[in-house]
DNA sequence: TACCCGTGGCG
DNA sequence: TCGCCAAGGGT
């Protein structure tokens, strides 16, 4: 008698992911990974953080940047948090650089150098949240942990072709993510779903065809994939404006100051600028230059945030090297290597535009 | 819970 | 051109 052989979704996409996973420069092979080699915890950890709402490509340069400069998480907790934060500049949501920083700290004064091995442990560090304790469990230890990003509910809404809208829906998928991860290669498991909804299921034209899980899905089974997963809507953004002024000396020095630690661009660089209001007349004049000076209207630059449009208007004047309370003067030829967040950049660039271009030396 | 928090690439 | 979205966390 013909017997039926079960084969389980995990078994299907660890199999799928032996021979289409991705080359990472943070990642253990599978078949490394079946011969017992497990990731460092520490590159696991910072990979992760840095791919936190980001892209890879945007990341692998970061990622090697880091390394070079800190190669073990102690080397990064001894360093000079502004340095962090220059080598951050550029990839966004700065909040991230401030709690690698403390997270650096409190591995190596409280933990002697070594990442706790356990999601608990893991999640009570600060930046690290329940996507990120449950992939450096998952990945790095290999423990059992339901690993759900935003790939894997993309995943898991079209194979169940869940209907309600996320994040509402989040915890009644993680419970399937729970049920599907396997108690062998749950490292490799996680893994391979976010693998498989970053190459196959992915979030416009998914490629059903080559997808381990086609005969399983009820969303490939209704002909749509692509209503899934169903997200509640999101409201539109308002605009701000406002004002930078970029003061630059005979010298070829720009006045540079330090945002505050906290809120929008927290503990970066900028250049003097006025509050960015609603206000239809909000800042766009000289009123609030930080000093008298012949101002230069330069245009405007627009930036967009996460939740809101800004319009900057750009004003440039020569000035001596005035003494500020709360700025300094740097080269224009040392600008790359400052904490500026790209916004700014585009500001000077506006003022400056050779600014950023690479000197002959 | 809902809002705050960057940036760049892509269809 | 522009809305979408990417390995989310903090508050």
Not at 226 to 241: D, I, N, S
Request: with cysteine; charged share 20%.
């Amino acid at each position: 008698m013909l017997q039926t052989i079960h084969i389980t979704h995990a078994q299907k996409l660890l199999t799928w992911y032996d021979r289409h996973h991705r080359e990472l420069p943070w990642r253990v092979s599978p078949a490394a990974a079946k011969a017992g080699e497990r990731a460092d915890p520490y590159h696991i950890w910072l990979s992760e953080v840095m791919l936190q709402q980001t892209t890879v490509q945007a990341v692998k340069p970061y990622f090697a940047k880091f390394l070079t400069l800190w190669p073990k998480v102690t080397d990064l907790a001894a360093a000079p948090v502004e340095d962090v934060m220059a080598a951050w500049a550029g990839l966004g949501y700065y909040a991230r650089a401030r709690n690698l920083k403390k997270c650096a700290e409190a591995v190596a004064a409280e933990h002697g150098g070594v990442f706790p091995d356990t999601e608990e442990g893991l999640r009570a560090l600060p930046g690290i949240g329940d996507y990120t304790s449950a992939a450096i469990s998952a990945i790095a230890f290999n423990r059992q942990s339901a690993v759900m990003d935003g790939n894997v509910e993309r995943v898991i809404s079209r194979l169940y072709a869940i209907d309600a809208p996320l994040p509402g829906s989040k915890p009644a998928m993680k419970a399937r993510v729970a049920e599907l991860t396997p108690t062998e290669r749950p490292g490799d498991f996680a893994q391979a779903m976010m693998d498989l909804g970053a190459t196959i299921c992915t979030p416009k034209r998914p490629a059903c065809s080559l997808c381990p899980f086609c005969d399983d899905c009820l969303a490939f089974a209704e002909h749509d994939p692509e209503r899934f997963p169903v997200k509640a809507a999101k409201k539109e953004k308002p605009v701000r404006l406002g004002a930078v002024f970029v003061a630059v000396t005979p010298e070829g020095e720009v006045l540079l100051r330090r945002r505050v630690d906290s809120g929008l661009l927290g503990g970066m660089t900028e250049v003097p600028t006025t509050a960015w209001t609603s206000r239809i007349d909000g800042g766009t004049t000289t009123d609030h230059a930080p000093f008298p000076a012949a101002w230069e209207a330069f245009g405007t630059v627009t930036h967009v945030f996460t939740h809101f449009e800004l319009r900057l208007s750009v004003f440039r004047a020569k000035t001596a090297r005035i003494s500020t309370a709360d700025g300094w003067w740097e080269p224009v030829t040392n600008l790359e290597a400052q904490a500026l967040p790209t916004v700014m950049k585009k500001a000077i660039t506006q003022a400056i535009p050779r600014a950023f271009e690479k000197s002959p030396n």
